[in-house]
């Protein structure tokens, strides 16, 4: 069987959104491995962050932190300008940043509702809106989001999170025919039962919902990100990693 290989990724600039941790420093990590400068942005865990950026440094990379606050609608925009001053035009676009906030449809009101969207929906949105452009001019661009498998099946989360993460499938869609033709791709996958951070309840009790019998590894999921991006001709899919969970 052949082994997986980093695709060629020398000379690209990568922004990597909720990279201070689990799949974003994985993916971060990974894509520096691949020759890309990696872009390290972060909510709030600066020490983390850096972290990521000293290992990358320390073999022989290329990256730097990006702070923004992903709640604000002029964040996108102001992390992109940021990036390309620092970094240079950003070739790959890792839409990773999410809320992942528990909640039933009674416990979740409007301002909950509206922060979880503009986190998960409308900041990937105005990034790939300000990032989009330039990769078309330029004949090379690669978009990712990072979705759920909630948002084919609501998942367990709530509401507000199922429908986030819906929306960057109809949103990874509508973008992907409209660049395909100049070089730039756009797709998503759609993981569930990672450990991170972001596990929405005990991870043993989780463990037995999933075919594989175990919890997935952000690194597996940083992989298949890679081997996405390293990929031309795969445009304007939503690509699942669950452990079985949710064949389709």
């Known amino acids: 069987m052949r082994e997986f290989t980093h695709p060629d990724l020398g000379g690209r600039v990568a ?43 320390a073999g022989g990379g290329r990256a730097a932190t990006f702070a923004a606050d992903l709640r604000d609608r002029q964040a996108p925009e102001q992390l992109i300008a940021a990036v390309e001053e620092e970094l240079g035009a950003v070739d790959i676009l890792c839409a990773n940043a999410a809320l992942s906030r528990r909640g039933t449809f009674q416990e979740i009101d409007a301002d909950a509702f509206d922060e979880t969207i503009a986190v998960n929906l409308r900041a990937p949105y105005l990034l790939a809106r300000r990032a989009l452009p330039g990769m078309v001019e330029r004949g090379f661009g690669r978009v990712l989001f990072v979705s759920s498998i909630a948002g084919f099946t609501g998942g367990i989360t709530g509401p507000h999170y199922a429908a986030s993460k819906a929306g960057l499938h109809g949103l990874t869609h509508f973008l992907a025919s409209r660049v395909a033709p100049s070089g730039v791709t756009v797709n998503a996958i759609a993981p569930a039962l990672i450990m991170t951070g972001m596990l929405p309840g005990d991870p043993d009790e989780l463990a037995r919902r999933v075919p594989v019998a175990r919890l997935g590894a952000p690194g597996e999921v940083a992989d298949l990100a890679v081997a996405v991006l390293g990929n031309g001709y795969m445009t304007n899919q939503v690509i699942s990693i669950d452990g079985g969970l949710h064949p389709r």
Do not use: F, K
């Open 15 to 57: 922004l990597i959104t909720g990279a201070s941790g689990g799949i974003g420093a994985e993916l971060s990590t990974r894509l520096a491995a691949s020759g890309a400068a990696a872009a390290v942005h972060y909510g709030t865990n600066r020490a983390s962050a850096q972290r990521v950026v000293e290992a990358i440094v």
